[in-house]
């Protein structure tokens, strides 16, 4: 998950997060093990519409050049579990060839059920980023993976001005390597042309379902227009796709996601829980 993570006095950090989610002999969702490193931090969960909704909190300037950060959460049969974050996180100028690197991974055991909805990821000017994330899901696990890039500071003029993002991304379901996506943005060259052919700022917004409903494609699709292209599709196991979209603007990515999380939760037929972000 995006968290950020400062350096000081130019020396470069390495914080982690570990978490377990259980339930217990009351049916309630708990985390069981927990351990993170300043400046990192869980908050205080709580229970909403059936869930344990945790926010992944730093207060923080955001993560610099060097800095590392490696996030781990497994979600055990029975337990729900919806993952956030309260406010946007932010890439730094990079000072020197080293990127800023987060290490993440998910895992859904068979009767678990885990979302992750992020705010934005903000990439500076002259921001090096690297995003390694694996997402593991057994037959029989839900899952509801969001992500959401900025173009970047764009009131600053700060548009695609970042020196190089570079996204891994494997999802497993049933043991099966479902999705892999590699790709490299860098401002030069070709790097940028699809985020920029639609919209000039566009805001890209990606997600990953998994798990046993009737997926809403068609819904998913109408919600195209002159502000969102969006596309989805099935993955090459059942009970798997993703969905992709490209947005004019902030609010136009916040309106989409808001609608894409409302539409997979009545797909679900479960009550969504609120976030409690703001």
Known sequence: MTMPLPSVRGRSLHGHLRAVAAVNERGDTFLREQSFRAPLHVSKPHHEAGALVVNLVSPTAGLFDGDEVDVAVVVEAGARVVLTTPCASRIHRARTERAAVLRQELTVEAGGFAEYFPELLIPQQGARYHQQTTLRVEHGG????????????????????????????????????VARERYTLRPEGHHLASLRTVHEASHYLGCFIVGDLAFPQEAIEHLGSDDVTVGCGPLATPGSWTIKALCRDNLAARRTLATLRSLVYQALGAEMPALRRF
Do not use: I, K
Request: aromatic letters at 20%; a negative charge.
């Open 142 to 177: 839900t899952l509801l993976f969001f992500e959401w890039l900025a173009p970047g500071r764009v009131a600053a003029g700060e548009t695609f001005a970042y020196t190089e993002l570079q996204w891994d991304t494997d999802l497993w379901h049933g043991g099966t390597l």
